[in-house]
């Protein structure tokens, strides 16, 4: 186990990047990163026209006034508004 030389508190030995003090370790600062593939999973809300889930066309993430996080879109059938509450912002 390697320590993170600001806050020196024992890491695993791949980390590039401390959680505790959100510092970046120093031998890895020169290295590029390998670029991250990701598949995003289909968002899904309920058309309230078609009466069915369905996949979210043109996706926009929105927080509300109470800090909830939220999605608004349109129906790729219809072309109706749809929304969805996602969860609290961090």
């Given at each position: 186990m390697t320590k993170c030389?600001?806050?020196g508190r024992n890491l695993v030995e791949d980390?590039?990047?401390c959680y505790f003090c959100e510092q970046e370790i120093s031998?890895?600062?020169g290295m590029k990163k390998?670029?991250?593939k990701k598949?995003?999973?289909p968002i899904i809300a309920y058309c309230v026209k078609c009466k069915e889930k369905?996949?979210?066309k043109n996706p926009k993430y929105y927080t509300?006034?109470?800090k909830r996080l939220s999605i608004k879109g349109t129906c790729p059938t219809c072309s109706t508004k749809v929304f969805r509450i996602v969860g609290m912002k961090k």
């Amino acid at each position: 186990m390697t320590k993170c030389p600001y806050c020196g508190r024992n890491l695993v030995e791949d980390e590039r990047y401390c959680y505790f003090c959100e510092q970046e370790i120093s031998k890895y600062k020169g290295m590029k990163k390998a670029p991250e593939k990701k598949k995003e999973a289909p968002i899904i809300a309920y058309c309230v026209k078609c009466k069915e889930k369905v996949n979210v066309k043109n996706p926009k993430y929105y927080t509300m006034k109470n800090k909830r996080l939220s999605i608004k879109g349109t129906c790729p059938t219809c072309s109706t508004k749809v929304f969805r509450i996602v969860g609290m912002k961090k």
